[in-house]
């Protein structure tokens, strides 16, 4: 025998639905029951359909009659990729080659997993269709467009075109392999992000630390995973004093460790050779980055170096270390409590100073620093109320099963921490993103920053304002809006709100 659900607990769309044809409700009964049940609904409705129809009206006639896009269409260059260098650009396309295969394998990997767990438990797992995708992605579909109508010529569609094929032809594989190469593809795909930059960039000064930090970390997880017991069987003979005496687990725990460690540095030397066989290869600075490029690269470092910066904050402002929780405080408080412009006009200034560098660092690096400074205070205050969010009796739980504070901070407390704070950060990264508008106050030519550069130009001085205008702003919401899609759509997935 079956339960059924009441009607108040199921799908009023899947109920609708399943209702035998004669029960189903018209359009018209539909409209009489939700927009004109009372004569004030249908005085709003009947406004708020008037005042909808004339701005479809006049917006229509704006964009496709009235608008003189010309200025967009012929500076859209300049607002994509700013003063950027003309002949440096092959760097551009190789990056985004390198950046769609980086997605891909990710994406690959993340799916592969997903049906490996499904295989697991026995279940069936839906993959999302065509359709499914177009939804997600709709807006940044829809830039695509509205920018590859503006371009000139048949190779930026090309590009773009292919650069998607090289995405997701690599996720195709991805899918395919074994499940031992999972956790290779995501240093694989964190090698191709690295190696993305350094396209443009260049190899000169520490940028291989970056490289060698990945595959040092990859060494350390990849040798930690690996069972050594077969290689002494039961006892362990002293090269020295030929005595034999049984293994020990923590015989077992530090040769283990000595061996992570011998071979994460085995693979830093190694990657410092290669780069000083490959040479200090030049790049194009970072302070030619820019317009919408530059906002982009910008916004993403920021949001991902403030993450785990944040974290540390407010896991220290918890602290019951006094030192600890005063600085983290006085960090949160204080930049805050400043105003961003004040930061941004702060790195332009005295950031170098405060570091006693030789060589000064460009004014992109600067910003990027400010703004990671300032970000984190604020995700910091988020991730606190994520974790006082979480009850006291599951810290206890935790304790009481011999976890000591490290282990009942990372497997207990913070995943619900951040399950519970998921609207509220990306809510954050979303405020964050549009505030990188503010660069161009400290002339750092960001996207915004690059229209402005269009009407410095004596035909465009006092014309096509308006027009770029509305392209830059339509560009930041579909940047954000898509973003913001993708936190409900997580929120479905963690059911937060729901369990």
């Known amino acids: 025998m079956t339960a059924t659900l009441p009607p108040s607990e199921t799908n009023p769309k899947d109920s609708q639905s399943t209702l035998p044809p004669d029960m189903r409700v018209s359009p018209g009964v539909w409209l009489r029951k939700n927009l004109f049940n009372t004569w004030y609904n249908g005085l709003v409705t009947v406004v708020a359909v008037v005042v909808g129809a004339i701005l479809i009206f006049y917006g229509g006639r704006f964009i496709f009659i009235t608008g003189q896009w010309e200025a967009v269409r012929k500076n859209l260059t300049l607002l994509m990729v700013g003063i950027f260098p003309r002949e440096e650009q092959w760097r551009l396309v190789a990056q985004m080659y390198l950046v769609a295969s980086a997605l891909g394998l990710a994406w690959g990997t993340v799916t592969a997993r997903s049906q490996d767990r499904a295989d697991d438990t026995d279940t069936e797992i839906r993959r999302p269709t065509p ?14 467009l509205v920018i590859l109508v503006f371009t000139r010529t048949i190779w930026p569609t090309l590009f773009t075109l292919s650069t998607l094929s090289v995405g997701l032809c690599v996720r195709a594989v991805a899918i395919r392999l074994p499940r031992s190469a999972r956790r290779p593809c995501w240093y694989v795909a964190g090698f191709m992000a690295i190696a993305s930059f350094q396209v443009v960039s260049g190899t000169s000064g520490n940028a291989w630390w970056w490289t060698s930090g990945l595959f040092g970390f990859a060494a350390f997880q990849l040798v930690g995973a690996k069972d050594f017991t077969r290689l002494f069987g039961t006892s ?13 687990p923590r015989d077992l725990v530090w040769f283990k460790r000595a ?37 982009l690269v910008a916004s993403g470092a920021a949001i991902i170096l403030s993450f785990p910066l944040a974290l540390l904050l407010a896991v220290g402002r918890r602290s019951s270390l006094p030192v600890v929780r005063w600085l983290c405080v006085g960090y949160i ?19 170098d100073f405060f570091l006693d560098v030789d060589t000064p660092l460009s004014l992109t690096t600067r910003t990027i620093i400010a703004f990671t400074i300032f970000s984190s205070a604020y995700v910091a205050e988020v991730v606190r109320g994520g974790l ?27 995943p619900q921490a951040l399950r519970a704070v998921v609207p509220a950060m990306v809510g954050q990264f979303i405020s964050l993103f549009k505030d990188s508008s503010l660069f161009a106050i400290i002339s750092v030519v960001e996207f915004y920053r690059a229209r402005e550069l269009i009407h410095s130009q004596q035909e465009y001085s006092t014309v096509a304002i308006v027009e770029t205008l509305v392209f830059v702003a339509f ?7 898509t973003m913001s899609k993708e936190s409900q759509r997580l929120e479905r997935h963690l059911g937060v709100g729901k369990r």
Request: proline share 5%.
């Open 388 to 414: 006082q969010a979480v009850p006291k009796g599951q810290i206890e739980a935790g304790q009481a099963v011999g976890l000591q504070p490290p282990g009942v901070m990372r497997l207990i407390v913070l």
């Open 236 to 248: 362990i003979v002293w090269p020295i004093f030929g005595r034999t005496r049984l293994v020990t």
């Open 333 to 351: 408080e204080l930049f805050r409590g400043v105003p961003f412009i004040a930061l941004l006009l702060v790195a332009k200034t005295f950031i």
């Open 131 to 144: 359709l499914d995708l177009l939804r997600r992605y709709w807006p940044i579909l829809l830039l695509l």
């Open 475 to 481: 560009a930041y919401w579909a940047l954000s809006y």
């Open 259 to 295: 061996v992570q460690i011998l071979a994460v540095v085995a693979i830093v030397v190694a990657v410092r050779v290669v780069y000083w066989l490959i040479g200090d290869t030049s790049g194009v600075s970072w302070d030619d980055w820019s317009g919408l490029y530059l906002t």
